[in-house]
């Protein structure tokens, strides 16, 4: 049956009141948020700060020494002031990124098969390489795992270590492992390059998504470790081998900044809400390009288990997880951008203080060209993503296989039903 149009807009008619709540925060509060956010830098130093919030174990965020040496969180991108046209963003982002590799991942799935009477489901990651030269030099490539029925069932529990069921979430976590895998991968491969002079500029991972794995929080203890330890890996080889990585999130509904600014003034917003740190920052900017200056990412206990093993050197990053937001149009919303706090720690390329602000200023350069998210993820999602044609190409691929090697592959009742009534 088609979706029923008349009960959904009834529906919706009947949640007005909420769904306009919730996109309208009370103008009140934000100004209020607001004004705090202006008077943080000369009311409290960053020592000040921490002392502060010592008994917090997540107090949202903390300070770096950037806000001391600035007058406002908010970092001006003053070279956008005279821009009138994407044009003259596109002549400025070309002209920084010349010759910057910069390298994007990305992954798709196809989910287990329900047709035939084996689980299997694929995954892939897809990575770019954009070396910005002239001679539009880009690196790209696939690489795909397949999942078996022991990759994609969990059994029912302690009580019954026999029976197995399909769990869909479990090929999110393969596919997040495997990407994983492909960053690490390139990561040492980028180092490989740079050490032999191969590369001209420092090269740049912008991953697809947050560092900060709080999404994993819910979800089962062994499941959750296996995310925690893909991204430590990660981070683990950014630091080892001293190639950046920023974890890119577009459109960010994060609220460390207010959930700081909370407790620092607690007789101003111990009543109230904790909003969208975009909502009230994106007043404070300038139309293009600003951002605000670094902070320590406190936002909850996923944080703290960010440590693994690399190389036989062990890492912890629980307070060196980093923040800013980023303002690139279209749209009123903000970006974020999570890093390891090495980058603010190591000295930059000639031009730039620390390898943080080379960073962050041609990864600004980057969505430039891409309107609004960066051209080199962009061109990585393109290539990961599997559409229906290509489960459609993989479920073929997967019966033309079975009666090659005489594999007692047999057709789901249901799903034979479904496919015969749709001839």
């Known amino acids: ?27 009140d509060l934000i100004d209020r948020y607001r004004a705090a956010f202006h008077r943080l830098p ?31 969180l908010v970092d001006p991108h003053h070279e956008s002031d005279g821009w009138e046209s994407h044009e003259a963003v596109n002549d400025w982002a070309r002209d920084l990124l010349i010759g910057v590799p910069m390298l994007a991942t990305d992954g798709s799935e196809i989910p287990p098969t329900t047709r035939f009477n084996v689980p299997l489901a694929y995954v892939q990651a897809a990575w770019c390489l954009n070396h910005h030269l002239p001679t539009g030099d880009l690196e790209r490539a696939r690489d795909g795992q397949l999942l078996g029925p022991m990759d994609v069932t969990r059994t029912g529990g302690e009580d019954d270590e026999e029976y197995r069921f399909v769990d869909g979430s479990l090929v999110g976590l393969h596919r997040y492992e495997h990407e994983a895998a492909v960053v690490v991968e390139q990561i040492e491969r980028l180092a490989t390059a740079h050490d032999a002079g191969d590369l001209e500029r420092p090269p740049i991972v912008c991953y697809d998504g947050p560092l900060v794995v709080s999404f994993a929080n819910p979800l089962r203890p062994e499941a959750r470790d296996r995310y925690l330890e893909a991204m430590s890996r990660i981070l683990a080889a950014s630091q080892h081998h001293e190639v950046p990585v920023v974890g890119y999130v577009a459109g960010t509904n994060a609220n460390e900044l207010a959930k700081m600014t909370r407790l620092l003034m607690p007789e101003e917003f111990s009543e109230d809400r904790v909003i969208p740190d975009a909502r009230i920052l994106s007043g404070m900017m300038s139309p293009w390009g600003d951002a605000t200056v670094p902070f320590v990412c406190r936002r909850d206990g996923s944080v703290d288990s960010l440590e693994t093993t690399y190389e036989g050197r062990d890492f912890a990053f ?28 190591r000295d930059g390329p000639e031009g730039y203080e620390t390898l943080y602000d080379y960073v962050i200023t041609m990864v600004r350069a980057e969505a430039g060209i891409g309107r609004g998210y960066p051209e080199v993820l962009q061109q990585a999602d393109t290539d990961a993503v599997l559409d229906q044609r290509d489960r459609n190409e993989f479920l073929r691929l997967l019966q033309n296989w079975a009666e090659a090697n005489d594999v007692p592959l047999e057709w789901n009742a249901k799903a034979l039903s479904k496919e015969l009534r749709r001839r």
């Open 1 to 27: 049956m088609p979706l029923d149009k008349a009960g959904v807009a009834t529906a919706l008619d009947a949640n007005l009141t909420s769904i306009r709540s919730y996109l309208e925060d009370d103008e």
């Open 42 to 72: 000369q009311e409290y130093t960053p020592e000040e700060i921490h002392a502060e919030l010592t008994s917090a174990s997540y107090p949202g965020a903390l300070p770096t020494e950037a806000l001391e040496q600035r007058e406002s």
């Open 318 to 345: 629980g307070r060196d997880i980093h923040f800013s937001y980023l303002k690139v149009p279209p749209g009123a919303g903000l970006d974020r951008l999570e890093f390891p706090g090495w980058m603010l720690r």
